[in-house]
């Protein structure tokens, strides 16, 4: 048989040859990626609930009104933080509340913060909330 032609031209048909399989490995679903997805998903619900259970809490309080909270989760190993925490671990909660500002109700806020997420002060910011005009 003769194999000129793959002399001449066969460093060609490897290269589309190795493209190929170069797309088809990229192309090909893992099983890890489908894991780490759902856990993602499931991940961000746990914390969607943990933020509507929080507002209804500080919201029940006297003199907190409306409230917005934000929760900050540990989301992998491969995060860039120097302490040592847990994946779902909570980091930081921000809570913007109509009745914060006043001394008491920061109070309230915080410890109950505090005490729901065993989480240190300087990891819980509380703002109050911009106020809404009527009409615009």
Sequence with gaps: MNFSFLKEKGSKYLI???LG???LVMI????DKEAEDESFVSEQRAKGEMEDKLEQVLMAMEGVGNVKVMITLKES????????TEEGEV???????EGAGRA???AKIMTSVEALFGIEAHKISIVKMRSQEVGK
């Design 16 to 18: 589309w040859i190795l």
């Design 21 to 23: 399989i170069l797309v």
């Design 28 to 31: 090909i679903p893992t099983e």
């Design 77 to 84: 190993a491969s995060d860039l933080f120097s302490e040592e």
């Design 91 to 97: 980091l930081g909660v921000v809570v913007v509340a």
């Design 104 to 106: 008491e109700v920061d």
